[in-house]
């Protein structure tokens, strides 16, 4: 592990986290099939300090299609709303992270970046499948939303300040 | 172990613009949802559309005269018709989607449209 992690290594290890944290969540029973916790989100966010913004969003689609690909979901609207919701999400975070800097920590950006999946999945939700009735989840999306991803925030920021890897990725050639 | 995890600021900010969407979202589909009913009346010379909910009295003419609606907050019901039976005045108040008032002699029809989930009329064991 001593060898420094090369730009195009901490992708990849970045997404097979994601996709094994995809794989943990996929245990957790859910009631409705876009409800989710998000511990997929925990490497999008160590790499918000990592990785430049394509490389983000590249890492991002990865994400969702290794997420889709373990849900069986790859070609149904529920990967719709998870890829615009993550891509949604992606932005406003690293927006976030760039221009707010030193005032927020992990846990404001996580939780504005489950805001902007959120509404953006909520939007699609609306128009594309549910129709006015979809806003009767909007409740409990939200939520469910503040709750997780106030926990995996904290827990992002926890990690990002002690893991000995994620030092070890923040130090590597980049 | 000393505590590494110190808040800044625009995550409380965050955190509170996140909270006030969800309050505000909640509000909207839950506290709003029985004002998206509508009462609809029918009588010889048109259909009128109402809010259920508002507090309005409503006369309609028909072949027989005049039939007098009223709207409250809690249901609609006819309190005065010319026909000559009163079915539609004893038939009393409807609250939800989907029931209804009919004068068959005046031809005056009340109805409840919205899209509340409709419940059981009554349960056996």
């Known amino acids: 592990m001593r060898r420094a992690i090369d730009r195009f290594d901490r992708i990849a290890v970045l997404a097979a986290l994601c996709l094994f944290l995809g794989a943990v969540e996929y245990m957790i029973p859910k009631p409705v099939p876009f409800l989710r916790l998000g511990l997929a989100n925990l490497p999008v966010l160590l790499a918000l300090g990592v990785l430049p913004l394509p490389h983000l969003l590249l890492l991002i689609l990865l994400k969702v299609l290794g997420q889709a690909l373990i849900q069986g979901a790859l070609f149904s609207y529920a990967f719709l709303l998870s890829f615009c919701g993550s891509f949604a999400s992606g932005l406003v975070m690293a927006a976030a992270h760039r221009l707010l800097g030193s005032h927020i920590s992990l846990v404001g950006v996580s939780i504005l970046g489950a805001l902007a999946s959120n509404t953006c999945q909520l939007l699609l939700a609306v128009c594309l499948v549910f129709g006015g009735a979809g806003w009767m989840i909007a409740p409990l999306l939200y939520g469910i939303g503040l709750a997780s991803s106030t926990v995996l925030g904290l827990a992002a920021e926890t990690f990002w300040s002690r893991s000995r890897w994620v030092r070890q990725l923040r130090t590597a050639s980049g | ?125």
């Open chain 2, 1 to 125: 172990m000393k505590a590494i995890l110190r808040f800044k600021p625009l995550d409380i900010v965050a955190f509170l613009a996140a909270l006030a969407v969800l309050i505000g979202v909640s509000a909207a589909s839950y506290g709003g949802g029985a004002a998206s009913l509508t009462v609809e009346i029918s009588a010889a010379d048109g259909t009128l559309l109402y809010r259920f909910g508002e507090e309005r009295i409503v006369e309609v003419e028909g072949p027989l005269g005049s039939t007098r609606i009223v709207l409250q907050e809690d249901g609609v019901r006819i309190a005065s018709s010319p026909c000559p039976d009163k079915l539609c005045i004893h038939m009393g108040a409807i609250r939800k989607p989907g029931q209804w008032i009919a004068c068959l002699p005046n031809q005056v029809f009340v109805r409840i449209l919205g899209r509340e989930k409709e419940s059981l009329d009554a349960q056996s064991y």
